[in-house]
Nanobody
Framework: QVQLVESGGGSVQSGGSLRLSCAVSGFTFRRYAMGWFRQASGKEREGVAGIDSDDGITRYVDSVKGRFTISQDNAKNTLYLQMNSLKPEDTAIYYC??????????????????WGQGTQVTVSS
């Protein structure tokens, strides 16, 4: 049974930091590219950060470049998203995701095979 379980969300003030974790079970961690998506209220779900499983290449949406860092611990089957210098516009539900292949053709929901249940991140000004 495939499970992606996020943790680490919460409420912070603008400029603060949070670290999201995603514990993965049910498949070999290296089998799929992994990523983080988010969905703000009234908006479409968007890709935030992705990491290819075959070569470790990372990619980010422009709005988080230089502030967010995606990483993974293969021994622990855990994905992370370090979020620094948070802004109110980062407020959203953040989802852990596994892609359909070992690399992200596009960091888009259509390329996702498995989803986590989501964790809320709220940034106040």
């Amino acid at each position: 049974q495939v499970q992606l379980v996020e943790s680490g969300g919460g409420s912070v003030q603008s400029g603060g930091s949070l670290r999201l974790s995603c514990a993965v079970s049910g498949f070999t961690f290296r089998r799929y590219a992994m990523g983080w998506f988010r969905q703000a209220s009234g908006k479409e779900r968007e890709g935030v950060a992705g990491i290819d499983s075959d070569d470790g290449i990372t990619r980010y949406v422009d709005s988080v470049k230089g502030r967010f860092t995606i990483s993974q611990d293969n021994a622990k089957n855990t994905l992370y998203l370090q979020m620094n210098s948070l802004k109110p516009e980062d407020t959203a539900i953040y989802y852990c995701a596994a892609g359909t292949t070992t690399w992200w053709r596009r960091l888009q929901p259509a390329q996702v095979k498995y989803w986590g249940q989501g964790t809320q991140v709220t940034v106040s000004s």
